[in-house]
Each structure stands twice: as C-alpha cells, then as structure tokens.
C-alpha cells in the first residue's frame, strides 16, 4: 500500500541555520503531497503542498519539490527561528481515494 | 471566519463509560475525518465520511462508531469497547477531490481513567 517515510527527530538546530527534514514516499498513483505543521497541543495546519512532478510547494520561508525520479518531498528552511520549533508531517493522497496517508512526524527544536 | 471546531477541548471519563467527540466545519466540505494521535506518534485512521449517510472504516475504527447526519457535522463515540481511549484525537475536512489539502480541528484531549 502507499506510505510515507520521514526522518526521526528530533532535529535540533541553533537559530538561523539552514534546515532540511527529509520525506519519500511510496504509492501506487500519482499522488498530491503535503506538509503540515503541529504546534503543541494543537491540530495540523497545512504549510505547503505540490500536485504534480517538479512543483515547488513554499510558503513562511519554507520549501519541497515534488521529485517524482526519487519520489521525494524534503523539507527545506533557509534560516530557521525559535518559533519554527513544532512537529512537521509529510503526507500524501492519490487520485481515487479519500485517504490521507501520513508520515510518522519529525519534531524540530531550534535554540535560541 | 470558516474552519473546523472540536469540543471539548479537554475531556474526562471514567473507564465503561461511553463518550462522544464533536466536530463541525463550516467549509461547506464534503469529506470528513477523524483520526487519533498518540504521543510521539503520527496519526491514525479511525473513521471517514465523503459524503453525509455514508461512514467509512479506517485503520483502527474498533471500539469506535460515528454518524453523518448533517454535512457540517461528524460526531465520533468513544465506545467502552476501546481498550486504549486515552489519546488526542482529531477531526478533518477536505473537498471531495483527492488533490485538496485536509483542514483540521483544534483536536480534544481525552482521558479515561
């Protein structure tokens, strides 16, 4: 079945330095790929998304490139800030289902 | 302002006893979801809605039951069936096409002690 694979965490980064959160994915369509954000004891909110192979997603400083040779989706800052920490998830659905396939999380600290 | 609104934000209950869990959007969407968060953990499928009279089972929908009724509302019981149903749980929405991004629910904290 499809799936989505994220690198564990958590990653801890020092503020302003460049940040990449890997995630690859499996699945059986062409799929739609996402990435949230979850900030403590809150629900998910969509940082960015992609459609389609080659699309660049971006949005608040933050990008991922849909790579469908290497059917990828990382996660790339440039210069991360405090309030960047939160726990990140890459997902993906594909055209025909109503399911939403998610990738484990990755928790992301950046100090001061 | 349109959204998804879970309430109670937190919610406490003895074991055997059944709860519900609610969740209305405003988003005029036809897809709803509810999911389980454990900690540490991703998120879990317990049941989806695409359209209202019609429920779907997900990954771990034991001990769990839903209705859809109305489009803007997709309540979730906690039965006492469920042997683990200290969790944070939450609810999702998204258009009827698979491209769109889901919307989600502050989420309810539920402990069951």
């Known amino acids: 079945g499809d799936s989505v694979t994220q690198m564990e965490g958590p990653v801890t980064l020092s503020e302003e330095a460049f940040l990449t959160i890997n995630c690859t994915y499996t699945a059986t369509g062409y799929p739609s790929l996402f990435w949230y954000v979850q900030y403590p004891g809150e629900g998910l909110q969509l940082l960015l998304k992609a459609t389609k192979a080659d699309d660049k997603g971006s949005n608040k400083g933050f990008e991922a490139t849909y790579r469908k040779e290497t059917t990828s989706f990382h996660l790339e800052k440039g210069s991360v800030q405090v309030s960047d920490s939160a726990v990140y998830f890459c997902?993906?659905?594909?055209?025909?289902?109503?399911?939403?396939?998610f990738g484990t999380g990755t928790r992301l600290k950046v100090l001061a | 302002d349109g959204g998804i609104t879970q309430s109670p934000k937190y919610l406490f209950r003895k074991e055997g006893q059944n709860v519900t869990l609610s969740c209305e959007q405003n988003l005029n969407h036809d897809a709803m979801y509810w999911y389980r968060q454990d900690p540490g953990q991703g998120l879990r499928l317990i049941y989806y809605s695409q359209i209202v009279n019609d429920f779907q089972k997900g990954d771990i929908a034991e001990g769990y039951s839903v209705s859809r009724e109305k489009k803007e509302s997709f309540p979730l019981t906690v039965t006492s069936a469920q042997k683990n149903p200290t969790a944070f749980y939450l609810c999702?929405?998204?258009?009827?096409?698979?491209?769109?991004?889901?919307?989600f629910g502050p989420g309810t904290r539920l402990t069951v002690t």
């Open positions: 999702a929405s998204s258009m009827a096409e698979p491209s769109y991004e889901q919307y």
């Open positions: 997902a993906l659905t594909t055209s025909g289902t109503y399911k939403y396939i």
